[in-house]
């Protein structure tokens, strides 16, 4: 820039602060739940520190409130009699232990302290440090002077209050100006008897000396007589019981004002109930000596005056706030403790003013406008004006402050009324705040069911936003304060916490208009950043022009204007010409600024002329560029980083596309001013230049009146079906260029599926005819356009777009008068009364008859009210022909019932509103149609109520109420009203009972409850209505124990008062859960409710609050957790000794400090409970828990387990010990003995002699486990050491991802959504098997890769289904079709698992384009796979796939996981296949079975012990130029095994499909003597055993080491029988044997007396050999890097667990699973197990068998059950479960990083989709894609089109006519050749 400078730290700062993610404009930043209860709040420490007061205890937290530090300071022993700790005197009275209840709280910061003032010591208070609460700086209770001593009331309720501000009185000192509530002897709070010496020296209001130069002086105060005091005198006190609320200091004008309530009495004993006081702080106030205030002449200056809010004097203030820019103090009122409040403002100005003219009043006119405030018994005797001298007047000062004439506190006897802000639709506000932003007053208002709502308003009132409310769960405290910071946070007090709420979310706002338009001050508009942020958001706000407000308005929005504002795609892209308007920093300065369009850039040039500036950012188009609405971007360059300040948009457009939009008609938006185009008449085109078109007869832009148009209809519209259709246009300028009538270019375009002649008729009309047109619906409209014969693609401008409705009268019409209804709308239908159907006129050759009588099957309802006003419905059949036959034709029992024309349907329904009945009476309800009438019966009645139950509720709502009379379901409509303006909302009712349940009420009052049927006034009828009662909510007072364990079920006391006509109560811990009550309380009595406590969901902290839910009252309360109680029996429970069959248990518990009775623990054994149960408690916190328990006759150990159970919890501790047996034992034990030992004599010998052969069987069984263990630490320590060589150097020739034989995008995106189609592609027969002599071909053909392809039907029918096709194309981006379509296919009861998996995988293929559009689609459908999942078991959702969705999933997440997979997890998967293949070819593989030494699966494990020598051999490959290699085989390696080894090594790096086949290959010996041998596997010299013949091996030819092979290709010759004696390289399995014959056909003798089983320890040295490269793969699954966070996974995690909470779901096993489901289940165990979709390689069935070990290693670790193992668990499960917890530990922290992630925005989420869409876009063949959807269209068209029907936004979205237009389109009679594509 040109003069500025603006780094690029700050710029970047901006741009990140105006990102922060926001999606409410109140949001709960923070808060923090507070064990004891709140009182007071103050803000302003260090660092934005906040501090809490509550009962006993002061918080200091965080500006996030984090905790910092907890100060307890009571409760203590102490009286209200008692003098503070500094007094030596004795206390005479008892001291009790007392709660400590803050008073005050203040925040000093210029000298780092806090004032804490609590109600003991007689108010005293400490002075603590800012930065450390817990440290003292000062002690008002240990200083001898009583003045400084006591500061705040002494009583603990809350109407005993105190107030105070920090004021600056002289020279800088500061000062306190505290008010007190008196709390002595006469006053309200009064309780003891006695001498109270506090209250008599103490004064209400008082300046208090606040300088720490001066410590011994602080919160010292002067006598009233020196001006720095107020007292009332002990006789006024009684009437002066005053509470303060708040007090607002204004320094500009050295005003302090307070607020507060008398609550003394009723108003006429006293002047108001509320009052606004006022005094002046200007007189000499301290003395610099010794600190002491001396001056400020506080009574002289106090005035104070009463306050009313909607002309109310019984009023109290609940809360009051001042706003200090507009002087205005805002208060909320309330009537009565349970009244409803109102809020209101007051001008501190007028107030001024009013003081001011008061005083000056009685000063010189005598005007006794005010009166002395009666405080001392001189009061009386002084009389306020009469000392004033005539004529004299007083100044400014002393009229506002008062002068030596009047030097009394005064009181002004006009009350000032206040400004309604809101009436009583605004709840029970108990808290207000208020702030100024740029001249907009913001509202802060909070409520007693915990509602925190804004508002903004203008000065006059005038609401420019909308409410907004944000909840908080339990009542608002009066005081809310702002951060002195940053006035758009406010921290919040309620009852159970403190939350800190950001009232401004601007970042929600996308553009300049929607950010000062909102109506939210705090939103500007950040030019430079191009964002609405926070003013302090915008730190180039400092720049001229850079920050618009709502000051300036949104006219004053930065706009960028460009000329041309469209472009042509045919022409060079000219120069823009830039114009800038609105609020803009300097643009000329900014020397730095481009333009970008379409990702290319241009330097804006600055001009003087028609514009301000110039670019051109494109100079030549792509060629193939689309017509598109595009963006200009202009930026500007800041520190080498270009910020986009200004857009607009810019229309690209190519007129050839107007020539055959149908949309519009063609030639007249050809000519649209916007476009530079032409229309070249003789071709119907549209041209960009006049030399484009062939003929000279062109029209240019403005001449769109000249355009060839049908205007309308010569003839008439309607035509019946089957029949020949002609139809007359009337037409303009269609003739302009001449042509012979034999060759008339046109012909007729009817509807999408048929074409007719064109005839001219003369210069203005043409004739459409076309025969048998027919329809199968009711009637419908087609459009009726003229096209070009030669291309029917091309339309004539047809604006009115003119229709014909084509009908068919068989139809549709069931009876006569619906039938002939149809001929006024011009439907020639008559009823054909011989074959009683409906026909087309001419082809009824029956003579008209008249229609039978009218006849009614339903009524509803049956009886009405005598008021009238019921709506009946009647119907049936032949109910009139339209509606002037029935018009004042239907009464009842002679009362006209008068029809309402709207909902009248020709024949079959009637609806009419009945009219006033004067009696009661059954009567008929009559019909009369053309003479011919129909009766049924209906009643009128008069409803009645005769009781109502029960009568009262409270004033929360919520209360169930029955409503007993007599025909209570008569009518139509019932609405139960209160009052004017509320109901009770029904939730059923029948003849007898009306059930409703109460809504909330802001008032506890009597209210009218009505009855109104049918919209009668319920309230002026006798009998129908009662009166019922709202009485006040009902109020917890705390919970008894306020602590219980995890899972519930603790019974939880509540007290309080006001629960008897509470009827349904219940407690949740989780406030989404909140209306749903489950296990309900259990009310005792009005001050009692028993509870079980909620179970806590694993997520939430121990420490947490419960919601108490008493019917339509909700209160949050302060609760505890802590983990679930352990029980442990005790291994030394005996049986009692006492008791002859009782046994004593012993059990060990530990419950912490829950301190559970012994009634909460049941504990049983079998089904006998334990008795006489004792606790002790014993050290480290545990309880040692006896009890005896009878022991049934026939006790044994397993038969009586032993069961806990406390609360919801229950354990199982395992059966019952037995040390010591009871007496009626012993017989049974003496004979059990004897037993024992007569067996031991008899088999002690036999015994003797199998232990001696068990030890020796045992020595040898010893000794080969040892040599085995031995044998397998030596195979894996060699097998560890050759397999890190071989790897190292494979790693180091793979250099990066080169030699990693990846497979293409395309291929993999087809191998994972159509593996089943892959499969049947690759399938070879067995003849093309022996034939293959190349390569391995592993690229699919297929028409979806195939961009080419074409349907393929005849030439004919081409256009006509391209053009359906297209349509169909169309729909499927169209959100509501496809969702409907898909939900209505899954709901077909033979659309199969394959169907929708195919479906799904077709429509993923045709979005491959549009990912954005396939994640909306996405979502919507599994927001209802959650919806229903969670309705039934959630845990299963998405756990297989059998739906379209979760295939769909399948497919998205491997879309995005692509470039994951290939640049993260590629490298590290790839060594792991190549590490197993390697290692399973390492040793002996059975070529027959494929079974070998070294595996991971059980079942692919060679059980024998195969003897295997290695060695060395050189092998040549002959005619591939490459030198020979030094390969390891194994002695007993098949041939082909051979080859195969010789291939791997040669073709190391190069992909499978570019290998040749070992099938196709030779491998020949090179003796030493030079001769040649061609190895084979079998050939004549091979050996048989047991009838099978053996392969032949490197052994069986007596291949030594060293020796030389060689490579080289088949003679084509063997295939044409050359060598007929050659065996083929196929192997008959079943008559061949590689390694060891099958066990049941060995010899005997040669059968292994070796357990099989002892091989298994071969898959641990398999496993320990592997185990590198596993732990690799699953940490490169699950871990990530930071610079490219997984957004897929974000994205998805994200939306799992948004959509779990809404749906209540809190467990978080069940989100885990979900998680789990979706991508490691779904994405990376499908991968796991199919590596072929990735690589180019071929998975073999061992291999395959090795990956699912590992995939369900990968499983285990997913899941968030323990593993419980044993001797009899697979294999597959055992091999990793040492690993396993390592695994979970890894999955795990995945989830928690993810979840840390910053949550992504929409716009991210699309950017992303549309960055692949971009590059993948054209992968498939969209127009496959779509015809294989359409097959299933054609499947299920009725059930389709049925379901459009039904949706009422498709019908509004046209949805089924355009489906059925497809349909005709495709499969129309004219294409029956084409439906096929």
Same mark, same amino acid.
């Given at each position: 820039?040109?003069?500025k400078k603006m780094?690029?730290q700050v710029?970047?700062i901006s741009?990140i602060?105006?990102?922060?993610?926001?999606?409410?404009?109140?949001?709960?930043?923070?808060?923090?739940?507070?064990?004891t209860p709140?009182?007071?709040?103050?803000?302003?420490g260090p660092?934005?520190s906040v501090?809490?007061g509550?009962?006993?205890?002061?918080?200091?937290l965080?500006?996030?409130l984090?905790?910092?530090?907890?100060l307890?300071?009571g409760?203590?022993n102490?009286?209200?009699l008692?003098?503070a700790?500094?007094?030596?005197?004795?206390c005479?009275?008892?001291?009790?232990?007392m709660d400590n209840v803050?008073k005050l709280?203040?925040v000093e910061p210029s000298q780092?302290?806090?004032?804490?003032?609590?109600?003991l010591?007689q108010?005293?208070?400490?002075f603590?440090?800012?930065?450390?609460i817990?440290k003292?700086m000062?002690?008002?209770?240990?200083?001898?002077?009583?003045?400084?001593a006591?500061?705040a009331a002494?009583?603990?309720?809350?109407?005993?209050?105190?107030v105070?501000a920090?004021?600056?009185?002289?020279d800088g000192?500061?000062?306190l100006?505290?008010?007190s509530?008196?709390?002595?002897r006469?006053?309200g709070?009064w309780?003891p008897q006695?001498?109270?010496?506090?209250?008599?020296?103490?004064?209400e209001?008082?300046?208090?000396?606040?300088?720490?130069?001066?410590p011994?002086q602080?919160l010292?105060?002067g006598?009233?007589?020196?001006?720095?005091?107020m007292?009332?005198?002990?006789?006024r006190? +009684?009437?002066?019981?005053?509470?303060?609320?708040?007090?607002?200091?204004?320094?500009?004008?050295r005003f302090?004002?307070?607020?507060?309530?008398?609550?003394?009495g009723?108003?006429?004993?006293n002047?108001m109930?509320?009052?606004?006081?006022?005094?002046?702080?200007?007189?000499?106030?301290?003395?610099?000596?010794g600190?002491?205030l001396?001056?400020?002449n506080?009574?002289?200056?106090?005035?104070?005056l009463?306050l009313?809010?909607?002309?109310?004097n019984?009023?109290?203030?609940?809360s009051?706030s001042?706003s200090?820019?507009?002087?205005q103090?805002?208060a909320?009122?309330q009537?009565?403790?349970?009244?409803?409040?109102a809020?209101?403002?007051?001008?501190?100005?007028?107030v001024?003013?009013?003081?001011?003219a008061?005083r000056?009043?009685?000063?010189?006119?005598?005007?006794?406008d005010?009166?002395?405030?009666?405080?001392?018994?001189?009061?009386?005797q002084q009389?306020l004006?009469?000392?004033?001298p005539?004529g004299?007047?007083?100044s400014k000062?002393q009229?506002?402050?008062g002068a030596?004439?009047?030097?009394?506190?005064?009181v002004?006897?006009?009350?000032l009324?206040g400004?309604?802000?809101?009436?009583?639709?605004i709840?029970?506000v108990?808290?207000?705040a208020?702030?100024s932003?740029?001249?907009?007053?913001v509202?802060l208002?909070?409520?007693e069911?915990?509602k925190?709502i804004k508002?903004v308003?203008e000065k006059?009132?005038k609401?420019?936003?909308?409410?907004l409310?944000?909840d908080l769960?339990?009542?608002?405290?009066?005081?809310?304060v702002?951060d002195?910071e940053?006035?758009?946070?406010i921290?919040?007090?309620t009852?159970?916490?403190?939350?800190r709420?950001s009232?401004?979310?601007?970042?929600?706002?996308t553009?300049?208009?929607a950010?000062?338009?909102?109506?939210?001050p705090?939103?500007t508009?950040?030019t430079?950043?191009?964002?609405?942020?926070?003013e302090r958001?915008?730190?180039?706000g400092?720049e001229?022009?850079?920050?618009?407000t709502?000051?300036?308005?949104?006219?004053?929005?930065?706009?960028l204007?460009?000329n041309?504002?469209?472009?042509?795609?045919?022409n060079?892209?000219?120069?823009?010409?830039?114009t800038f308007?609105?609020?803009l920093p300097?643009?000329k300065?900014l020397?730095?600024?481009?333009c970008?369009?379409?990702?290319k850039t241009a330097q804006?040039?600055?001009?003087?002329?028609?514009?301000?500036?110039s670019?051109?950012?494109?100079s030549?188009?792509?060629t193939?560029?689309?017509?598109s609405?595009?963006?200009?971007?202009v930026q500007?360059?800041?520190?080498?980083?270009?910020?986009t300040?200004?857009?607009?948009?810019?229309t690209?457009?190519?007129?050839?596309?107007?020539t055959?939009?149908?949309?519009?008609?063609?030639?007249?938006?050809?000519?649209?001013?916007?476009?530079?185009?032409?229309w070249c008449v003789?071709t119907?085109?549209?041209v960009?230049s006049?030399?484009?078109?062939?003929?000279?007869?062109?029209?240019?832009?403005?001449?769109h009146?000249?355009?060839?148009?049908?205007?309308?209809?010569?003839?008439?519209?309607?035509?019946p079906s089957?029949q020949?259709?002609v139809?007359d246009l009337?037409?303009?300028?269609l003739?302009?260029t001449?042509?012979p009538?034999r060759?008339?270019?046109?012909s007729?375009?009817?509807?999408e599926?048929y074409t007719?002649?064109?005839? /001219?008729l003369?210069e203005t009309a043409?004739?459409?005819?076309?025969?048998n047109i027919?329809?199968?619906?009711?009637?419908?409209?087609l459009?009726?356009d003229l096209v070009?014969r030669?291309?029917n693609a091309?339309f004539v401008?047809?604006?009115?777009?003119?229709?014909?409705?084509?009908y068919?009268?068989?139809?549709?019409?069931l009876?006569c008068s619906?039938?002939?209804?149809?001929?006024?709308m011009?439907?020639n239908?008559?009823w054909c009364?011989?074959?009683?159907v409906?026909?087309?006129k001419?082809?009824?050759?029956a003579s008209?008859?008249?229609?039978?009588?009218?006849?009614i099957t339903?009524?509803?309802?049956q009886?009405?009210?005598?008021e009238g006003?019921t709506?009946?419905?009647?119907?049936?059949f032949?109910?009139?022909?339209?509606?002037s036959?029935?018009?004042?034709?239907v009464?009842i029992?002679?009362?006209p019932?008068?029809?309402?024309?709207s909902?009248?349907?020709?024949?079959h329904?009637?609806?009419?509103v009945?009219?006033?009945s004067?009696n009661?009476?059954?009567?008929?309800?009559?019909?009369?149609?053309e003479g011919?009438h129909?009766?049924?019966?209906?009643?009128y009645?008069n409803?009645k109520?005769?009781?109502l139950?029960?009568?009262?509720?409270?004033?929360?709502?919520?209360?169930?109420?029955?409503?007993?009379g007599?025909?209570?379901?008569?009518?139509?409509?019932?609405?139960?009203r209160?009052?004017q303006?509320?109901?009770c909302?029904?939730t059923s009712?029948?003849s007898?009972?009306? &059930?409703?349940k109460?809504p909330k009420?802001?008032?506890?009052c009597e *209210?009218?409850?009505?009855?109104e049927?049918?919209?009668?006034?319920g309230c002026?009828i006798?009998n129908?209505s009662?009166?019922?009662?709202y009485t006040k909510n009902?109020?917890?007072?705390k919970?008894?124990p306020?602590?219980?364990?995890?899972s519930g079920?603790r019974?939880?006391?509540?007290?309080?008062?006001?629960?008897?006509l509470?009827q349904?109560?219940?407690?949740?811990?989780?406030?989404s859960?909140m209306?749903n009550?489950?296990?309900?309380c259990?009310?005792?009595?009005d001050?009692t409710?028993?509870?079980?406590?909620?179970?806590?969901?694993p997520e939430?902290?121990?420490?947490s609050k419960?919601?108490?839910i008493?019917?339509?009252?909700v209160?949050?309360?302060?609760f505890r957790y802590?983990?679930?109680?352990v029980?442990?029996?005790h291994s030394?429970s005996l049986?009692h000794k006492?008791?002859?069959?009782?046994v004593?248990?012993?059990?060990?518990?530990c419950?912490g400090?829950?301190?559970?009775g012994?009634?909460e623990?049941?504990i049983?054994?079998g089904?006998?409970?334990?008795?006489?149960s004792?606790? /002790?408690k014993e050290?480290?916190?545990?309880h040692?828990?006896?009890?005896?328990?009878?022991?049934?006759?026939n006790?044994? +150990?397993s038969?009586?387990?032993?069961w806990?159970r406390v609360?919801?919890l229950e354990?199982?501790l395992?059966?019952?010990?037995?040390?010591?047996?009871?007496?009626?034992?012993?017989?049974?034990i003496?004979l059990?003995?004897?037993v024992v030992?007569l067996?031991?004599l008899?088999?002690?010998v036999?015994?003797?002699?199998?232990n001696?052969?068990?030890?020796?069987?045992?020595q040898?069984?010893?000794?080969?486990?040892?040599d085995?263990e031995?044998?397998m630490?030596?195979?894996?320590r060699?097998?560890?050491?050759e397999l890190?060589?071989?790897m190292?150097?494979l790693?180091s020739?793979?250099?990066?991802t080169?030699?990693?034989?990846?497979?293409s995008?395309?291929?993999?995106?087809?191998?994972t959504l159509?593996?089943?189609?892959?499969?049947?592609?690759?399938t070879?027969s067995?003849?093309?098997?022996?034939?293959?002599?190349h390569?391995?071909n592993?690229?699919?053909?297929?028409?979806?890769?195939?961009k080419?392809?074409?349907?393929r039907f005849?030439?004919?029918?081409?256009?006509?289904?391209?053009?359906g096709?297209?349509?169909?194309m169309?729909l499927?981006?169209? /959100?509501?079709?496809?969702?409907t379509?898909?939900?209505?296919?899954?709901?077909?009861?033979d659309?199969?698992?394959?169907?929708?998996?195919?479906?799904?995988s077709? &429509?993923t293929?045709n979005m491959?384009?549009?990912?954005?559009?396939?994640t909306?689609?996405?979502?919507?459908?599994?927001?209802?796979l959650?919806?229903?999942?969670?309705n039934k078991?959630?845990k299963l959702?998405?756990?297989?796939?059998?739906?379209v969705v979760?295939?769909?999933?399948?497919?998205?997440?491997?879309?995005?996981?692509y470039a994951?997979?290939r640049?993260?997890v590629?490298?590290t998967f790839?060594?792991l296949?190549?590490?197993?293949?390697?290692?399973?070819s390492?040793?002996p593989?059975?070529?027959?079975?494929?079974?070998?030494?070294y595996?991971?699966?059980?079942?692919?494990?060679?059980?024998?012990?195969?003897?295997a020598?290695a060695m060395?051999?050189?092998?040549?490959?002959q005619?591939?130029?490459?030198d020979s290699q030094?390969?390891r085989?194994?002695e007993?390696?098949?041939?082909?095994?051979?080859?195969?080894?010789a291939?791997?090594?040669?073709?190391r790096?190069?992909?499978r499909?570019?290998?040749?086949?070992?099938?196709s290959?030779?491998?020949?010996?090179?003796?030493?003597?030079?001769?040649?041998?061609?190895?084979?596997?079998?050939?004549?010299?091979?050996?048989?055993?047991?009838g099978?013949?053996?392969?032949n091996?490197i052994q069986h030819y007596?291949?030594?080491?060293n020796?030389s092979?060689?490579?080289?290709r088949?003679?084509?010759k *063997?295939?044409a029988?050359l060598?007929?004696?050659e065996?083929?390289?196929?192997?008959?399995?079943d008559?061949?044997?590689?390694?060891?014959p099958?066990?049941?056909?060995?010899p005997?003798?040669s059968?292994?007396?070796?357990?099989?089983?002892?091989y298994?320890?071969?898959? &641990?040295?398999?496993?320990?050999?592997?185990? /590198?490269f596993?732990?690799?793969?699953?940490?490169?699954?699950?871990t990530y890097?930071h +610079?490219?966070p997984p957004?897929a996974?974000k994205?998805i995690?994200d939306?799992l667990?948004?959509?779990?909470?809404?749906r209540?779901v809190?467990?978080a096993?069940?989100?885990h699973i979900?998680?789990?489901?979706?991508l490691?289940l779904?994405?990376?165990?499908?991968?796991?197990?199919?590596?072929?979709?990735?690589?180019?390689?071929e998975?073999?069935?061992?291999?395959?068998?090795?990956l699912?070990?590992l995939a369900q290693?990968?499983i285990?670790?997913?899941?968030?059950?323990?593993?419980?193992?044993?001797k009899?668990s697979?294999?597959?499960?055992?091999?990793?479960a040492r690993?396993?917890?390592e695994?979970k530990?890894?999955v795990q922290?995945?989830y928690? +990083?993810v979840q840390?992630l910053p949550p &992504?925005s929409e716009q991210?989420v699309n950017?992303y989709m549309a960055?692949?869409?971009?590059?993948y876009g054209?992968?498939?063949?969209?127009?496959?894609a779509a015809?294989?959807?359409?097959?299933y269209?054609?499947?299920?068209?009725?059930q389709v089109?049925?379901?459009?029907?039904?949706?009422?936004t498709?019908r509004?979205?046209?949805?089924p006519?355009?489906l059925s237009?497809?349909l005709s389109q495709?499969?129309?009679?004219?294409?029956?050749n084409c439906?096929?594509?």
């Amino acid at each position: 820039m040109a003069g500025k400078k603006m780094s690029l730290q700050v710029l970047l700062i901006s741009i990140i602060l105006s990102w922060t993610p926001s999606s409410i404009s109140l949001y709960l930043s923070a808060s923090r739940v507070l064990e004891t209860p709140s009182r007071l709040l103050s803000v302003g420490g260090p660092n934005g520190s906040v501090y809490v007061g509550c009962v006993n205890q002061v918080y200091q937290l965080s500006a996030m409130l984090d905790l910092q530090e907890v100060l307890d300071i009571g409760p203590k022993n102490d009286s209200m009699l008692c003098h503070a700790p500094s007094f030596t005197e004795i206390c005479t009275t008892s001291l009790s232990l007392m709660d400590n209840v803050v008073k005050l709280l203040m925040v000093e910061p210029s000298q780092g302290v806090l004032l804490v003032c609590g109600s003991l010591h007689q108010g005293s208070c400490t002075f603590r440090s800012l930065h450390n609460i817990s440290k003292i700086m000062s002690l008002s209770s240990y200083k001898p002077n009583t003045k400084s001593a006591y500061v705040a009331a002494n009583d603990a309720r809350p109407n005993a209050s105190t107030v105070a501000a920090r004021v600056n009185v002289v020279d800088g000192y500061p000062a306190l100006i505290v008010a007190s509530t008196f709390t002595g002897r006469g006053s309200g709070f009064w309780n003891p008897q006695g001498q109270d010496l506090r209250y008599e020296n103490n004064p209400e209001l008082s300046l208090r000396a606040l300088n720490f130069d001066q410590p011994e002086q602080l919160l010292n105060y002067g006598e009233a007589e020196e001006g720095c005091a107020m007292r009332i005198s002990t006789d006024r006190k +009684e009437s002066h019981q005053l509470e303060f609320l708040a007090i607002f200091v204004d320094d500009e004008r050295r005003f302090t004002y307070l607020v507060f309530n008398n609550r003394s009495g009723e108003p006429n004993e006293n002047e108001m109930r509320t009052a606004l006081a006022r005094v002046c702080l200007r007189g000499q106030c301290a003395d610099t000596k010794g600190g002491i205030l001396k001056g400020s002449n506080l009574g002289q200056s106090y005035a104070q005056l009463g306050l009313s809010c909607k002309n109310s004097n019984n009023s109290y203030i609940l809360s009051a706030s001042f706003s200090a820019s507009e002087r205005q103090l805002y208060a909320v009122f309330q009537s009565s403790p349970d009244g409803a409040s109102a809020l209101c403002w007051f001008s501190l100005s007028e107030v001024d003013e009013r003081i001011s003219a008061a005083r000056q009043g009685c000063f010189q006119k005598k005007q006794k406008d005010l009166r002395l405030l009666q405080i001392s018994p001189s009061d009386k005797q002084q009389e306020l004006c009469a000392g004033s001298p005539s004529g004299s007047k007083l100044s400014k000062e002393q009229a506002q402050c008062g002068a030596q004439h009047l030097q009394s506190p005064v009181v002004l006897l006009k009350v000032l009324f206040g400004v309604l802000v809101e009436g009583d639709d605004i709840g029970d506000v108990t808290a207000v705040a208020t702030t100024s932003v740029y001249n907009r007053t913001v509202l802060l208002m909070g409520t007693e069911d915990g509602k925190l709502i804004k508002r903004v308003e203008e000065k006059d009132g005038k609401d420019l936003s909308e409410r907004l409310e944000l909840d908080l769960g339990s009542s608002v405290l009066p005081r809310m304060v702002f951060d002195p910071e940053d006035d758009s946070i406010i921290f919040v007090l309620t009852t159970e916490q403190v939350s800190r709420v950001s009232i401004a979310s601007c970042d929600q706002h996308t553009s300049c208009s929607a950010c000062l338009s909102s109506g939210d001050p705090y939103c500007t508009w950040c030019t430079l950043s191009h964002r609405c942020v926070l003013e302090r958001e915008c730190l180039s706000g400092k720049e001229q022009g850079a920050l618009v407000t709502v000051m300036d308005g949104a006219d004053q929005c930065p706009v960028l204007h460009v000329n041309p504002t469209s472009l042509n795609l045919d022409n060079l892209v000219q120069s823009l010409e830039l114009t800038f308007s609105g609020k803009l920093p300097h643009m000329k300065e900014l020397l730095h600024m481009q333009c970008r369009m379409m990702g290319k850039t241009a330097q804006v040039d600055f001009r003087s002329g028609h514009g301000n500036a110039s670019c051109s950012p494109v100079s030549t188009w792509p060629t193939k560029q689309k017509p598109s609405l595009e963006q200009l971007f202009v930026q500007v360059e800041i520190d080498g980083i270009f910020v986009t300040v200004l857009t607009a948009n810019i229309t690209l457009y190519r007129c050839s596309v107007f020539t055959t939009k149908m949309s519009e008609p063609p030639c007249t938006t050809c000519l649209d001013n916007r476009w530079d185009c032409h229309w070249c008449v003789q071709t119907h085109d549209c041209v960009p230049s006049t030399s484009a078109c062939a003929s000279a007869h062109t029209l240019s832009k403005n001449e769109h009146a000249h355009c060839p148009r049908v205007v309308g209809l010569a003839s008439g519209n309607t035509t019946p079906s089957g029949q020949d259709l002609v139809i007359d246009l009337h037409v303009e300028n269609l003739f302009q260029t001449k042509v012979p009538s034999r060759t008339f270019p046109f012909s007729c375009k009817i509807g999408e599926a048929y074409t007719g002649e064109a005839l /001219k008729l003369n210069e203005t009309a043409v004739r459409c005819s076309a025969s048998n047109i027919r329809t199968h619906l009711m009637s419908e409209h087609l459009s009726l356009d003229l096209v070009l014969r030669d291309n029917n693609a091309k339309f004539v401008d047809n604006a009115d777009h003119v229709s014909v409705m084509l009908y068919n009268c068989e139809v549709g019409s069931l009876d006569c008068s619906h039938c002939e209804s149809r001929q006024r709308m011009g439907q020639n239908c008559t009823w054909c009364a011989p074959e009683g159907v409906c026909k087309w006129k001419q082809n009824c050759t029956a003579s008209p008859a008249p229609c039978p009588s009218p006849t009614i099957t339903k009524i509803s309802p049956q009886l009405g009210p005598v008021e009238g006003g019921t709506l009946v419905t009647v119907e049936g059949f032949n109910l009139g022909k339209e509606f002037s036959e029935v018009e004042n034709l239907v009464t009842i029992g002679g009362v006209p019932c008068v029809l309402r024309e709207s909902d009248y349907k020709p024949s079959h329904r009637i609806v009419c509103v009945t009219g006033k009945s004067e009696n009661v009476m059954s009567t008929k309800l009559k019909v009369v149609i053309e003479g011919k009438h129909v009766v049924t019966p209906f009643d009128y009645v008069n409803p009645k109520v005769t009781a109502l139950d029960p009568k009262e509720g409270i004033k929360a709502g919520g209360t169930e109420i029955t409503i007993a009379g007599e025909h209570l379901d008569a009518g139509s409509t019932l609405n139960v009203r209160i009052d004017q303006d509320n109901s009770c909302e029904v939730t059923s009712r029948n003849s007898m009972t009306v &059930l409703c349940k109460m809504p909330k009420s802001y008032s506890a009052c009597e *209210v009218k409850l009505c009855l109104e049927f049918d919209g009668n006034n319920g309230c002026g009828i006798p009998n129908r209505s009662r009166t019922f009662t709202y009485t006040k909510n009902p109020i917890t007072e705390k919970l008894e124990p306020a602590a219980a364990f995890r899972s519930g079920g603790r019974n939880i006391t509540i007290h309080g008062e006001g629960f008897t006509l509470v009827q349904r109560a219940c407690m949740r811990s989780d406030r989404s859960q909140m209306y749903n009550c489950g296990k309900e309380c259990q009310i005792k009595s009005d001050t009692t409710v028993f509870c079980p406590s909620p179970a806590l969901s694993p997520e939430a902290p121990l420490t947490s609050k419960v919601l108490l839910i008493l019917d339509g009252h909700v209160t949050a309360k302060s609760f505890r957790y802590s983990r679930d109680p352990v029980f442990e029996m005790h291994s030394k429970s005996l049986f009692h000794k006492g008791r002859k069959d009782a046994v004593q248990l012993s059990i060990e518990a530990c419950y912490g400090d829950l301190n559970l009775g012994l009634k909460e623990i049941s504990i049983h054994v079998g089904q006998i409970p334990c008795e006489g149960s004792e606790v /002790k408690k014993e050290g480290n916190g545990k309880h040692r828990i006896t009890c005896f328990v009878n022991v049934p006759a026939n006790f044994n +150990e397993s038969s009586l387990p032993v069961w806990v159970r406390v609360g919801n919890l229950e354990m199982h501790l395992g059966a019952i010990p037995s040390d010591e047996l009871p007496a009626f034992a012993i017989p049974l034990i003496v004979l059990a003995v004897l037993v024992v030992l007569l067996g031991a004599l008899v088999f002690g010998v036999l015994f003797y002699i199998k232990n001696k052969r068990a030890k020796h069987h045992v020595q040898k069984v010893l000794m080969q486990m040892k040599d085995i263990e031995s044998q397998m630490r030596d195979e894996i320590r060699k097998g560890v050491a050759e397999l890190q060589t071989d790897m190292t150097d494979l790693t180091s020739e793979l250099k990066g991802t080169q030699g990693i034989r990846f497979l293409s995008y395309e291929q993999f995106t087809f191998r994972t959504l159509f593996p089943e189609k892959v499969e049947q592609l690759q399938t070879l027969s067995p003849h093309h098997k022996r034939r293959r002599t190349h390569t391995k071909n592993t690229t699919i053909d297929d028409p979806l890769l195939n961009k080419n392809w074409q349907p393929r039907f005849p030439d004919a029918c081409g256009p006509g289904i391209e053009d359906g096709l297209a349509q169909f194309m169309n729909l499927l981006n169209n /959100k509501h079709f496809l969702v409907t379509f898909i939900h209505t296919l899954e709901q077909q009861k033979d659309f199969s698992v394959k169907d929708r998996c195919y479906l799904a995988s077709w &429509l993923t293929a045709n979005m491959q384009g549009k990912l954005e559009y396939l994640t909306s689609i996405l979502k919507d459908l599994l927001v209802d796979l959650v919806e229903s999942s969670t309705n039934k078991h959630p845990k299963l959702m998405l756990r297989r796939t059998e739906s379209v969705v979760e295939k769909m999933l399948t497919n998205w997440m491997s879309l995005c996981m692509y470039a994951f997979l290939r640049d993260s997890v590629g490298e590290t998967f790839f060594l792991l296949l190549r590490a197993i293949k390697q290692e399973i070819s390492k040793g002996p593989v059975d070529a027959v079975t494929g079974k070998a030494k070294y595996t991971l699966s059980e079942d692919w494990l060679l059980r024998e012990n195969v003897e295997a020598m290695a060695m060395n051999v050189n092998v040549s490959f002959q005619g591939s130029g490459m030198d020979s290699q030094s390969i390891r085989i194994l002695e007993c390696d098949s041939i082909s095994q051979v080859k195969e080894k010789a291939l791997d090594t040669f073709y190391r790096n190069v992909h499978r499909s570019q290998c040749l086949s070992p099938s196709s290959l030779d491998i020949d010996w090179i003796m030493e003597n030079g001769k040649s041998k061609i190895l084979k596997d079998l050939d004549n010299t091979s050996k048989s055993e047991g009838g099978k013949k053996k392969i032949n091996t490197i052994q069986h030819y007596g291949i030594q080491e060293n020796a030389s092979l060689a490579l080289s290709r088949k003679d084509a010759k *063997v295939d044409a029988g050359l060598y007929p004696n050659e065996y083929d390289d196929q192997i008959d399995v079943d008559n061949t044997f590689h390694m060891v014959p099958s066990a049941e056909e060995m010899p005997e003798k040669s059968k292994s007396k070796v357990l099989p089983e002892v091989y298994l320890t071969r898959l &641990l040295s398999t496993k320990g050999t592997l185990h /590198k490269f596993v732990h690799d793969l699953f940490h490169a699954i699950l871990t990530y890097p930071h +610079e490219r966070p997984p957004l897929a996974v974000k994205y998805i995690f994200d939306f799992l667990e948004e959509q779990a909470k809404r749906r209540g779901v809190s467990d978080a096993e069940t989100i885990h699973i979900w998680k789990t489901n979706s991508l490691l289940l779904r994405f990376w165990v499908n991968i796991l197990k199919n590596p072929q979709f990735v690589f180019d390689i071929e998975k073999t069935p061992h291999m395959d068998a090795c990956l699912s070990v590992l995939a369900q290693a990968l499983i285990d670790a997913c899941s968030t059950s323990c593993l419980t193992l044993s001797k009899d668990s697979p294999t597959n499960k055992l091999l990793f479960a040492r690993e396993i917890p390592e695994f979970k530990k890894l999955v795990q922290d995945y989830y928690e +990083e993810v979840q840390q992630l910053p949550p &992504l925005s929409e716009q991210e989420v699309n950017s992303y989709m549309a960055e692949d869409s971009l590059r993948y876009g054209e992968v498939f063949n969209t127009k496959y894609a779509a015809s294989e959807i359409y097959k299933y269209l054609v499947r299920y068209r009725h059930q389709v089109l049925e379901a459009m029907e039904l949706n009422q936004t498709a019908r509004r979205m046209q949805l089924p006519n355009k489906l059925s237009a497809v349909l005709s389109q495709i499969e129309g009679p004219i294409y029956e050749n084409c439906s096929e594509v």
